[in-house]
Each structure stands twice: as C-alpha cells, then as structure tokens.
C-alpha cells in the first residue's frame, strides 16, 4: 500500500474504440510504476504509444481502463501540451484561478521571477508568445504547492538554455516540497539531467520496457544514454533529443 505521499500506477490494459468500424483496438498492456516523494519520472516512448494517454489515466481524465491509481495526498497541478490560459485573464490572474477557497494565498511575482516572467503579470495570452504562455502555464500548476505535477511536453517550444533551466526549477521544487513529477518528454538529455527514474514506453500495445533509475555521475548518464540508444530505436534514430509529435 503506497503512503500518502506517494503514487502508484496500475495499468492493466487501456483499449479504444474506433466510432466508424467499431473496431477496438488495445493501446495500453500492462503499465505499472511508483513514484515516491521528490522524485522525478521522466516518460519516453515513440509517436502514438501512449504517452498522453497515460498521463490522463494518471490524472483521473480516463477512467475506462482496467486497473488502478493512487495519486499523492493534495493538489494535483498540471501543464498540458497547449498552455490554456484563459485569454479574457491577464497573466497574474491566470496564476490565482486555480486558488481554493481557503488555500494560502500564491506569492504571484515570485512564482513569475522563478519561471522567467518577472514583471510580465499584467499582460494578456494574446501579448504572450508561445513559450510565454508555457511559462505561465508552469508557474499556475506550482501555485497549487502541488503534491503531483504531471507536464506533458511543458518546454518543446522554448529555447534549449531556457527549457534546461525550467526543468531545474521544476527538480528543485520536487526535491524540496516533496511532490512526485510526472514529466512526458521527447528531449532525452534534458530529462537525464533532472529525473531520477526514465520510464519508456515500447511495442503495440505499448508495456513498460524500461524503468531505470538515472545515476548522478557524468559517466554513469552518459552509459544509461548509450544503453537507451542502444535499446531503442526510436531515440537512436532521433539522436540525442528530438522534435515533438502527436499523441494519442
């Protein structure tokens, strides 16, 4: 039984049926991990596996599937793969929606200063470009002091320095509120830099082929890399990190 920090999925099969032939197709087979608090999971696997779909199940969006989930005690806080903001909102009052009533008040500046947007609160999504907005996305879900963060491809639009150091933010915050991450992403050295554990995704219907904890030296990442490649396909005929597709 998993404490109330934690998070344990349990996918034992995810099927999905086409609306025109009737067909059913499974998608999912046999998906189990945990994560415990503070840690950082980072979710690979080639185009149309399953990423996103897990991801929902994850966060109770999809609840037809056979199997079970159990999230970490407290708020969840999201960033889907498009922003979201709400556009008749500026920026600063994007970050407070997602407040409860009772919930402590966010520091909304600091949380714009600590994604890059410092002094930007004011302005409107229309005056945003797309990596701003990604960044305000960011700063909404950890205003929740969330005890899972679940980001679905949250830097593919930014710069590879800024996405780095977004992705620090995001590690620093788990280590120290003690929140489980659950990071979907195609860009493998950034997520070896962050995550502790790299789960992947692999066949039709999509398993979990691959749950291997990422050590903290240059030369035992550098290993799990090469071992990655090696392993699967689709990340050694992308190279290092490669562009962003659609899931299902």
């Given at each position: 039984m ?5 998070l344990?999925v ?20 046999g998906?189990a991990?945990d ?12 185009s ?10 994850v966060?109770?969006l999809d609840?037809?599937?056979t199997?079970s989930?159990r999230r970490?005690?407290g708020?969840?806080?999201?960033v889907?793969?498009?922003?979201l ?8 009052d994007?970050?407070r ?22 002094g930007?609160?004011r302005?409107m999504?229309r005056?945003?470009?797309l ?17 899972l ?16 150091q ?7 915050r788990a ?13 493998l050295?950034?997520?070896?830099a962050i ?15 691959a749950?291997?904890?990422?050590p903290?030296d ?10 990655l ?5 689709f ?6 990190s490669f562009?962003?597709d659609?899931?299902?």
């Amino acid at each position: 039984m998993p404490g109330a920090g934690q998070l344990s999925v349990r996918i034992g099969e995810k099927r999905f049926r086409d609306p025109l032939s009737g067909g059913v197709r499974e998608v999912l087979r046999g998906v189990a991990f945990d994560g415990a608090p503070g840690e950082v999971l980072a979710l690979f696997g080639p185009s149309g596996t399953g990423k996103t779909t897990t991801l929902r199940i994850v966060l109770g969006l999809d609840r037809d599937f056979t199997g079970s989930v159990r999230r970490p005690a407290g708020r969840i806080g999201v960033v889907f793969q498009e922003p979201l903001l709400l556009p008749w909102m500026t920026v600063a009052d994007n970050v407070r929606t997602v407040a409860l009533p009772g919930d402590e008040a966010a520091d909304v500046g600091a949380l714009l200063d600590e994604v890059g947007l410092a002094g930007e609160g004011r302005r409107m999504p229309r005056e945003l470009s797309l990596g701003m907005a990604r960044r305000a996305a960011l700063a909404r879900a950890l205003s929740v002091s969330p005890g899972l963060l679940v980001l679905d491809e949250p830097f593919a639009s930014l710069d590879a320095g800024l996405g780095a150091q977004l992705a620090q933010v995001v590690a620093r915050r788990a280590r120290h509120d003690g929140m489980v991450v659950l990071l979907a992403t195609h860009d493998l050295d950034q997520a070896l830099a962050i995550a502790d554990r790299v789960l992947v995704l692999s066949g039709r219907p999509a398993t979990l082929a691959a749950d291997l904890r990422v050590p903290r030296d240059d030369s035992g990442i550098g290993l799990l890399r090469k071992n990655l490649h090696r392993r699967f396909r689709f990340l050694a005929r992308n190279g290092v990190s490669f562009g962003p597709d659609q899931e299902i």
